[in-house]
C-alpha cells in the first residue's frame, strides 16, 4: 500500500525515467527513498507484477527493453 501511495505521488513515468538513468534512491537519505530504492532494485518485480501489460521482472531488464527488443528483430530477419 505504500508503494502504491508514493509512486502515485512520485508518478510512475518519472520513476520508470529515473530506472532508465540509474537514479540512487537511496542517497535521498529518508524514508520516501528508501521505498523507492527497495522498488528499483528487488521489490521491482513484486510491484509490477499486478500489471500484465507490464512484463520486465526487473529494472535492468526495463532498462535494457530496447536492446533485447532490437536483438529479437535482427534474429527475426535471420532466420
Not at 522498488?39 to 509490477?48: S, V
Request: hydrophobic share 40%; with cysteine.
Amino acid at each position: 500500500g505504500r508503494a502504491d501511495c508514493v509512486l502515485k505521488l512520485y508518478g510512475v513515468s518519472n520513476f520508470l525515467a529515473d530506472i532508465d538513468q540509474r537514479r540512487e534512491f537511496w542517497r535521498c537519505g529518508h524514508l520516501i527513498g528508501d521505498l523507492l530504492d527497495w522498488l528499483a532494485t528487488e521489490g521491482f518485480g513484486d510491484f509490477f507484477e499486478r500489471f500484465p501489460d507490464f512484463s520486465y521482472t526487473t529494472a535492468e531488464e526495463y532498462r535494457q527493453r530496447y536492446a533485447v527488443a532490437a536483438l529479437r528483430g535482427l534474429i527475426g530477419t535471420m532466420r
